[in-house]
């Protein structure tokens, strides 16, 4: 089972200011997704990273996968306190599990 | 909305009995996959079914069954409940296996 660690567990951080989260693992993941989830909501698919390198932006999120495919970060520029929220990642193995990281938990003050 | 339904979304019962979470999948989606979240645990993968088969299994009990049916919408049996069995319940869905998944708005169960 692939496990993923996702750093910090808690941001919290005046809005404007910049911020980066992690996703890790001692695996190299076939592909790897990023969500966000509000409180008493489900995850929401933020963007999928396939190649190693690979940089995909989202207005102010910026999000990239390494060239190992072993680690993942996202960015963001501005931070607004409509970006509070759970950041997670997820990845499927060759099986048919898609296993997510325990998340980031970022509080955006006005 | 992410066209993934579960019902109910709330639901609270007393220990030691049986309830029945339903999912919907988003239309043509093959994949259905059951998650349990707590606040000390994470998103936890439970299991997942791939156009009626069980295709894998995670951390579920053995007081925990699901199954998928030929219309696709799946269903999660929980019973026995223990006070500790209080959590989110989420169903995602997705067109194959390891794509993106849909995530449904999720059922609150509280066991008393």
């Known amino acids: 089972t692939q496990l993923l660690e996702q750093s910090p567990q808690f941001l919290s951080i005046q809005e404007g200011e910049n911020l980066t989260v992690y996703c890790n693992s001692s695996?190299?993941?076939?592909?790897l997704q990023w969500y966000r989830q509000e409180p008493g909501e489900g995850p929401v698919l933020l963007v999928t990273?396939?190649?190693?390198?690979e940089v995909k932006k989202l207005k102010r999120l910026t999000f990239q996968f390494g060239d190992a495919r072993k680690d993942s970060s996202l960015h963001i520029t501005a931070a607004q306190p409509g970006d509070t929220g759970l950041y997670l990642c997820?990845?499927?193995?060759?099986?048919?599990?898609?296993?997510f990281g325990k998340g980031t938990l970022l509080t955006v003050n006005p | 909305d992410s066209g993934v339904t579960q019902t109910p979304k709330h639901l609270i019962t007393a220990t030691g009995q049986r309830v029945t979470l339903r999912c919907s999948p988003r239309?043509?989606?093959?994949?259905v996959y059951w998650y349990q979240q707590s606040l000390d645990q994470g998103l936890q993968f439970l299991i997942q079914?791939?156009?009626?088969?069980?295709?894998a299994k995670g951390n579920i009990l053995e007081r925990f069954s699901a199954q998928q049916f030929p219309d696709l919408h799946s269903e999660l049996n929980l019973s026995s409940l223990e006070l500790g069995d209080s959590a989110l319940y989420f169903c995602?869905?997705?067109?194959?296996?390891?794509?993106?998944?849909?995530f449904g708005q999720g059922t609150r169960l509280t066991v008393v």
């Open positions: 997820a990845s499927g193995g060759s099986n048919y599990k898609l296993t």
């Open positions: 695996s190299v993941f076939s592909s």
């Open positions: 990273v396939v190649t190693g390198g």
């Open positions: 239309s043509g989606d093959l994949s």
């Open positions: 079914y791939y156009n009626g088969e069980e295709r």
């Open positions: 995602a869905s997705s067109a194959f296996k390891n794509t993106e998944a849909f």
